[in-house]
């Protein structure tokens, strides 16, 4: 059987795996206990000490309802800095290197770049970097029980915002090496937003050879790579009320690549979600206001006679309406 087609076939049997899971953990429906709170906090700790000490190759699908991208996320630590590489196994080969502070891609005949203070654009590798009390500033823990992946065995928490605005996430997290195997994100009515699950996990006792590769070739340029900064434009108009949790981390004024139409630009984030949202004159060709694809929501919004919003993110399309309607043109 060809290698994707199995990725394919692997992920139908995993995904009516996961609708059991989610039956089981949304059958816990008593309140949020201490020892919850004291368990939680152990295992989540130990995911992200593990996450760091071990020396890994990761082969995972991520799934969605009309998606399925097979990847490969490598971890090594060279002269005590910790190195993470994702490649996603289809299409043309490039990756992501997370290096001193910095996301450097490395992209087919192209100039190897880099930005600076910016995070991984994959829920899996953010929570994975996060430690314990991080993600329970932003979530409330359900211990869910036990359960069993790829024959071992895991603990199962259930993460539910704080804020009540976004997803809820289903982790599933190895016993033994407090490894991350599967991450879900559910929606309110515990429908599957998106999954990552990983299909094999390779343990290592040295740093992987394809990442001992690339770093054999890159250091200098590494060091030496176009650094590509977030900018702090002023624009023209700003956001009335930032979502609880999220902060500014960017703002811009540039022309969008296809068309080269001028566009104004605000990244905000939680730590674990990005959302983009986009100003641009208004194009009465454009009549669908709210469309989802992979679990990812786009919400479009007419703001004045002169300007529409855009609102991008893997986030609820209510959240996403909420955003639009805080978007404010500067007097």
Not at 50 to 73: C, F, G, Q, R, W
Not at 140 to 167: D, E
Request: proline share 4%.
């Amino acid at each position: 059987m060809p290698k994707y087609r199995f990725f394919r076939f692997l992920s139908i049997i995993l995904l009516s795996a996961l609708v059991m899971l989610w039956h089981r953990a949304e059958s816990a429906n008593s309140p949020i206990s201490e020892d919850d709170q004291e368990i939680a906090s152990a295992v989540l700790q130990h995911m992200s000490v593990s996450h760091e000490h071990y020396l890994y190759d990761n082969y995972l699908i991520e799934a969605t309802v009309s998606n399925i991208n097979p990847m490969k996320i490598s971890h090594g630590i060279f002269d005590n800095d910790s190195i993470l590489f994702v490649n996603n196994l289809n299409g043309l080969p490039q990756g992501m290197l997370s290096y001193r502070n910095r996301l450097v891609y490395l992209e087919p005949n192209s100039n190897v770049y880099a930005v600076e203070d910016v995070k991984f654009p994959n829920l899996y590798l953010r929570l994975i970097s996060l430690g314990a009390d991080e993600i329970l500033k932003r979530y409330i823990p359900l211990v869910s029980g036990q359960s069993r992946i790829s024959g071992k065995l895991v603990q199962v928490i259930k993460l539910i915002p704080k804020n009540r605005l976004g997803y809820s996430l289903v982790l599933c997290i190895d016993q033994n090496s407090g490894l991350l195997l599967q991450l879900d994100v559910v929606d309110k009515k515990g429908k599957l937003v998106k999954s990552f699950m990983s299909i094999h996990m390779d343990i290592l006792e040295s740093n992987p050879a394809f990442l001992r590769d690339i770093m054999a070739t890159l250091p200098e340029d590494i060091k030496t790579v176009n650094t590509v900064e977030k900018n702090k434009d002023r624009l023209t108009w700003d956001l009335k009320a930032v979502p609880s949790n999220f902060d500014i981390l960017a703002t811009n004024k540039h022309a969008i690549r296809n068309n080269n139409e001028s566009s104004e630009y605000m990244l905000i984030s939680d730590g674990l979600t990005d959302v983009s949202i986009y100003l641009t004159e208004h194009k009465s060709e454009i009549r669908i206001p709210l469309s989802s694809l992979n679990g990812t929501t786009v919400f479009r919004q007419r703001v004045s006679d002169k300007y529409d919003v855009a609102v991008i993110g893997v986030i609820p399309p209510s959240i996403a309406k909420m955003i639009a309607d805080n978007v404010e043109l500067r007097k």
